[in-house]
């Protein structure tokens, strides 16, 4: 199931022209992601997923958000720096 959080960004898709234009719709955006990051750290915490596991979730998202947001420079800085700021904070980089 994890593994479909990439794909929840789809979701937000049709509303990012409002997202890039509208700074507070943006930040409640971006406080979702953390959200989902400081979850993800949860459960690696707590052995239910692997660094491994985290990671690739990461990257997955982090891709989606790279290729979702091309138009929208505002969304792709606002998210794309906490999901990639996420991969260099991950000692699951270490892994490969």
């Given at each position: 199931?994890?593994?479909?959080?990439?794909?929840?960004?789809?979701?937000?898709?049709?509303?990012?022209?409002?997202?890039?234009?509208?700074?507070?719709?943006?930040?409640?955006?971006?406080?979702?992601?953390?959200?989902?990051?400081?979850?993800?750290?949860?459960?690696?915490?707590?052995?239910?997923i692997?660094?491994?596991?985290?990671?690739?979730?990461?990257?997955?998202?982090?891709d989606?958000?790279?290729?979702?947001?091309?138009?929208?420079?505002?969304?792709?800085?606002g998210?794309?720096?906490?999901?990639?700021?996420?991969l260099?904070?991950?000692?699951?980089?270490?892994?490969v």
């Amino acid at each position: 199931m994890l593994l479909l959080i990439p794909f929840y960004i789809f979701s937000y898709e049709k509303s990012f022209q409002e997202y890039n234009n509208n700074k507070q719709k943006l930040k409640e955006l971006e406080t979702e992601y953390q959200y989902i990051l400081i979850k993800l750290d949860k459960l690696e915490q707590e052995g239910i997923i692997g660094a491994f596991d985290k990671r690739t979730i990461i990257e997955l998202s982090n891709d989606v958000v790279k290729e979702l947001t091309k138009k929208y420079k505002n969304v792709q800085k606002g998210i794309g720096d906490i999901m990639g700021g996420a991969l260099i904070e991950t000692e699951a980089r270490v892994i490969v």
